[in-house]
């Protein structure tokens, strides 16, 4: 016997459908017509319950309800009033196969379970009840700000786009505003006194006639993801023109401007047109020189309501057509070839493969003035070999074949015909060698003068430019095409190899600028010193244009410009800052990654200017918990010995009293004194770390000496000095050490619950460590470095004490140059810890 265990796991609840009823306006009917659906499930058999239904004191709508079941409504109190609201458990809890819930935008009565009612939605069809809804356009998020503009009026109750797009069904309730207006003034939406309001304001035909293309642009835009969907899954590849798309194929050339703005003139003539620029990358990762506008035109395209996209492909025309056709596109606008008619006649143009690989879609050939330049742009492209090399190769094309020719003729002119093979294949060789040298053309030149050395000295008759034999002249024609193929094949490879080199540098160039960004360790003079070191430039300077003038804000090298003017390179970094470069000028490759930079150092700029935002916030709120804490320490801790002194003071002067009281009173004056100059001591002490007035007099000092002076004012048992005479003298300044443990000890007074508090001196090669040793509670190791700011005293509850002590021990340490940390005590307690410089 089999047992399915299948049968075992609990069955997945069957999530409810969502159908909404999209108003074009307040006013069309969606509730009506959704109480009619309702009516029409009823008559199918369907248990449908009303869940929410706003009547508005319509009496249309309000008849609908009739034969229809109401769940009741929740009451919830809030402010005084009751107010209704949709009761989602009693939904659940009725279990309907459908439900019908108006106003899905509507926002619940605080103390609801939720706040929205579409998450009252949600939480019912999690359920498995379906969901009948209404919305109306204006409420959708996405157009909030467009139907404030249009009406005048900001919807404050919105739902957002997904909610609404992602219903299994949405239904358009429209009707023309001249309708809707009769229907108003009918008194069929508003109550009378509300109707002539509402036509003049929110109710006008420009408004109605907006609202009304919002939500049919808006429900068209989600029928044609549907037909997106469709498409992809049933596979189907041909476009289906079911909307004006058009595909604009861009360079980043002059041109492309020309093609967008003729695009957009074409999408202005069919509404709801869609613009779409598309750039095909070559698949070996290679720049084009066009590449550098592509900027120019993104931000073109952008301003003209299209949309840029980037496809990877070694065959542009094969790319834009599947990009077209994967858009579902309707036209492909192209620019007439700038290429060459020899080279069009042999591979013809992008424009005509894009035609031939359409298919249905329309190709639109446009035509600009790029056309004529690019004859002269390509004859203006020069080798990327050096002016040595090319010069090289130059006399290689005369002198190799001559000295070949030479070499083989030794013998005269006999045997001429036979050493013609061999004379070619070494003739052929030379041509190789010679475009690995200077490149094509000088590579074409030693084809030619291979062929004319072959003709005068190896082909019958010899010493003549005249050929008997007609498979001579087969062999040197076959000759001059293989030696020019292979010479433009070694010159493209050699173009292709300089450009992956560029590429390499300027990859690892961008990739060091990005780390450094991301890292944000790049400062202003760190990047105009590479700057000047990548370009080898005579100087580099950052330029801030301000009213006075030009600052300068970094610099490298010698002899910086003071103005962009002059320097032989800028580049603009934003609208107040300029990078100058002094020296050769640089290629246009070169000034794209000279761009790079200047991006980065925007960032640079406005990463600094944050930080320094961020530091002054950071140094406002320190200072604002200082004066917070100061104020409050003024409240409790400073009024605190004043109250007692009063008291002391009032006692004094009643009159005569027993000396033992007199006497009580006088120490309690004085002890309250002694408290009060002790935490105005800190406070000044503290201040004058914090503004960096601490300037120690060093001078080498007794431990043994100056210590007890720190701890004289603390009762003999409540301190144990075990600091020996033979402790080496110390570097430092006596005054303010003694401030130092005299702070420390009385921290430790104050907590030690254990026996006296212990000073004692631990002598290393370096230094003198005077510990401080208590038996008090300890502190974790994980809020050492808390109880050493300002105002913070941890759990510390004992009265008087602004918890500055701390505070200032760590801020004259430092300027003392005394290490100050905290340990634990072998047995319970804390230890502190001064590493006194020896003397």
């Not at 190709?363 to 492209?381: C, D, P």
């Not at 190799?400 to 070499?407: D, E, F, K, S």
């Amino acid at each position: 016997m089999s047992i399915d265990h299948r049968a075992e796991q609990p069955a997945v609840p069957r999530r409810g459908r969502l159908t909404v009823y999209l108003g074009a306006a307040p006013g069309v009917g969606k509730t009506y017509a959704m109480l009619g659906e309702a009516k029409r499930r009823v008559a199918r058999g369907t248990d449908v319950v009303i869940g929410f239904v706003e009547t508005h004191q319509r009496v249309h709508t309000g008849e609908m309800l009739d034969g229809l079941e109401l769940v009741p409504r929740r009451e919830i109190g809030y402010r005084g009033a009751t107010f209704t609201e949709l009761d989602v458990e009693a939904v659940i809890a009725r279990a309907p196969t459908v439900v019908c819930i108006d106003e899905l935008a509507h926002t619940n009565v605080p103390g609801s379970r939720h706040t929205k009612r579409a998450q009252d939605v949600e939480q019912i069809r999690a359920a498995g009840i379906d969901v009948i809804t209404t919305v109306n356009i204006q409420h959708l998020e996405s157009l909030n700000d467009e139907v404030e503009r249009i009406t005048g009026v900001r919807q404050r109750e919105t739902v957002p786009d997904e909610v609404v797009r992602t219903a299994d069904q949405i239904q358009l309730v429209d009707m023309a505003p001249d309708a809707l207006r009769r229907r108003m003034a009918h008194g069929n939406i508003y109550r009378p006194e509300n109707i002539d309001a509402s036509l003049t304001s929110y109710f006008r035909v420009g408004n109605l006639t907006a609202l009304r293309e919002l939500a049919l642009l808006w429900l068209a835009d989600r029928v044609d993801d549907a037909l997106g969907d469709y498409r992809r899954e049933n596979r189907i590849e041909h476009p289906w023109p079911t909307k004006e798309r058009i595909v604009v194929a861009v360079t980043g050339g002059p041109e492309s401007e020309t093609l967008l703005r003729r695009g957009a003139r074409l999408c202005q003539r069919a509404k709801g047109s869609e613009l779409m620029a598309v750039h095909v990358v070559a698949s070996d990762g290679l720049a084009r020189p066009e590449d550098r506008g592509l900027d120019r035109v993104q931000a073109l395209t952008a301003s003209l309501g299209g949309t840029f996209h980037t496809v990877v492909g070694e065959d542009a025309a094969g790319a834009v057509v599947d990009f077209a056709v994967g858009a579902n596109a309707t036209m492909i606008i192209v620019g007439v070839s700038r290429h060459s008619r020899v080279r069009r006649l042999f591979t013809g143009s992008t424009g005509d493969r894009i035609a031939t690989a359409a298919g249905s879609i329309d190709v639109h050939l446009v035509t600009h003035e790029e056309i004529a330049r690019g004859a002269q742009a390509r004859a203006s492209v020069g080798s990327p070999l050096s002016r040595r090399r090319q010069l090289l190769g130059w006399l290689c094309a005369v002198l190799v074949p001559l000295g070949l020719a030479w070499l083989l003729n030794r013998d005269g002119a006999a045997g001429a015909a036979e050493r013609l093979p061999l004379a070619s294949m070494l003739l052929l060789a030379a041509t190789v060698l010679v475009a690995l040298i200077g490149g094509r053309w000088p590579a074409v030149a030693a084809a030619i003068a291979g062929f004319l050395h072959l003709n005068w000295w190896f082909t019958a008759p010899v010493h003549k430019f005249t050929i008997q034999e007609p498979r001579n002249v087969v062999t040197l024609i076959v000759f001059v095409t293989v030696a020019v193929a292979v010479a433009t094949v070694v010159d493209r490879a050699s173009r292709r190899a300089e450009e992956a080199r560029q590429a390499k540098g300027e990859a690892a160039t961008m990739g060091a600028l990005s780390r450094s960004v991301l890292t944000g360790q790049d400062t202003a003079e760190a990047i105009v010193n590479r700057v000047r070191e990548t370009f080898g430039q005579q100087a580099a300077v950052l330029l801030e244009q301000t009213p006075q003038g030009w600052v300068r804000l970094a610099g490298a090298g010698v002899g910086y410009p003071a103005e962009p003017e002059q320097g032989d390179t800028q580049v603009a970094v934003n609208d107040t800052h300029v990078i100058v470069l002094r020296g050769s000028p640089l290629r246009g490759r070169e000034r794209r990654v000279l761009e790079a930079f200047a991006v980065q150092t925007s960032l640079v700029l406005e990463y600094r200017r944050l930080r320094d935002q961020a530091d002054r916030a950071m140094a406002l709120e320190r200072a604002e918990q200082t004066s917070t804490a100061l104020l409050r320490a003024v409240s409790h801790d400073l009024r605190t010995p004043l109250a007692t002194m009063r008291a002391a003071l009032d006692g004094l002067l009643v009159g005569r009293m027993p000396g033992e009281d007199r006497k009580v009173l006088v120490e309690s004056a004085a002890g309250s004194a002694d408290q009060l100059e002790s935490l105005i001591d800190n406070l000044l002490d503290l201040s004058r770390v914090e503004a960096g007035l601490v300037h120690p007099v060093m001078g080498a000092v007794s431990l043994e000496e100056s210590l007890p002076l720190a701890v004289a004012g603390l009762p003999p048992a409540a301190v144990s000095f075990e600091v020996g005479e033979d402790t080496p003298l110390v570097r430092t300044d006596p005054g303010l050490l003694e401030r130092v443990v005299a702070n420390l000890v009385a921290n430790s007074v104050r907590v030690s619950s254990g026996g006296p508090v212990r000073i004692l001196a631990h002598v290393t090669p370096e230094t003198v460590e005077v510990m401080i040793v208590d038996r008090g509670p300890g502190v974790p190791e994980g809020q050492r470095e808390r109880m050493f700011e300002p105002f913070q005293r941890l759990d510390d509850t004992s009265p008087g004490g602004l918890g500055l002590g701390l505070a200032v021990a760590r801020g004259l340490s430092e300027a003392l140059g005394v290490e100050l940390s905290a340990d634990d005590t072998p047995g319970g307690g804390l230890t502190m810890v001064l590493a006194v410089p020896r003397a």
